[in-house]
């Protein structure tokens, strides 16, 4: 079985200082691993993902995240947080052999001015 | 380019009645998921469609929920004698199908906005 963990409920950082948002996974053999974000009354939009390659992946509105295989993390990040980042995050993971994706319980951040 | 679509965007009922709930997947994408997510909770895999596949049930909580999708298109959320519980917000989700062979079930999903369900 798949699962992910994301340990912190809420995380709170004040604009332009770095953010970081955790995520664990357990997966048998190699994962897919995605972000997604929830601003409210939205869906979820796609952020980035990790396929194969380097571990670090670059996605949309300047958010990154690092693969550590050996932690088996897929922490999410940004150098310069905003305001509008303010929203709900969700980390996803996937076997190679799996139909499913299986999000984690989401965590909020908020941007403080 | 149309996005993933679902209607209604609210829908308010009472225990006992059967809701039906619609998602438009985007046009060229074979495979389609429904997802609930309960206040502040995060998201609960239903059900799974890929092409003219059997669809996956494995997360279908119970004989009152059933879902249908003709070919590759829309799809329909069917549930049941509604009980209070089943108040959530109800996500499709569509994507491309990935090739067969090593890097299968990479592509992302593109989410519909949901349907807020209210049971009474």
């Known amino acids: 079985a798949q699962s992910v963990a994301q340990p912190e409920d809420q995380v709170n950082v004040a604009e332009g200082n770095p953010l970081t948002v955790k995520c664990t996974y357990s997966?048998?053999?190699?994962?897919?691993l995605f972000w997604y974000v929830q601003y409210p009354n939205r869906g979820l939009q796609f952020l980035l993902k990790y396929i194969t390659g380097d571990n670090l992946v670059k996605g949309s509105y300047g958010f990154e995240a690092e693969f550590n295989k050996s932690q088996t993390s897929f922490h999410l990040k940004k150098p310069s947080a905003l305001v509008s980042d303010s929203a709900l995050y969700f980390c996803a993971v996937r076997g190679r052999s799996a139909r499913q994706l299986t999000f984690g319980s989401g965590t909020q951040l908020t941007v403080l001015p | 380019g149309a996005g993933v679509s679902q209607s209604p965007s609210n829908k308010v009922t009472e225990k006992g009645k059967d809701v039906e709930l619609r998602c438009d997947p985007i046009?060229?994408?074979?495979?389609l998921y429904w997802y609930r997510q309960r206040l502040g909770q995060g998201l609960e895999f239903l059900i799974y469609?890929?092409?003219?596949?059997?669809?996956?049930k494995s997360g279908l909580p119970s004989d009152r929920f059933s879902a249908e999708r003709t070919g590759e298109s829309v799809s329909t959320l069917t549930i049941q004698r509604t009980q209070q519980e089943d108040s959530a917000v109800y996500l499709c989700a569509s994507s491309l199908r990935s090739p067969s062979g090593r890097f299968s079930s990479y592509n992302e999903q593109f989410f519909g906005p949901g349907t807020r369900l209210t049971v009474l």
């Open positions: 469609f890929q092409g003219n596949s059997a669809p996956d």
């Open positions: 046009s060229g994408h074979t495979a």
């Open positions: 997966v048998s053999g190699n994962p897919y």
